[in-house]
């Protein structure tokens, strides 16, 4: 059950969202295009970060690129 505490988990690293123009959903309200996000959680498919309503969300990978650490 580790939805249920996903937004207190310790940052895994950060993305930077590169668009947010999906050919499905919309996402454009949840998702700003040079924001920086944390990764709270990843799957092969997506990463699961807390977006602009302040909530756990399921994105692609396809809407962001990794942040090199320093």
Known sequence: MIHKDWENRPTMKQIKCVHANAKKYIVNNKLTPGKIYNVKNETEEFYFII?????????HKEYFEEVAQS
Do not use: H, Q
């Open 51 to 59: 977006d602009n309503s302040e909530r756990i969300g399921g994105f």
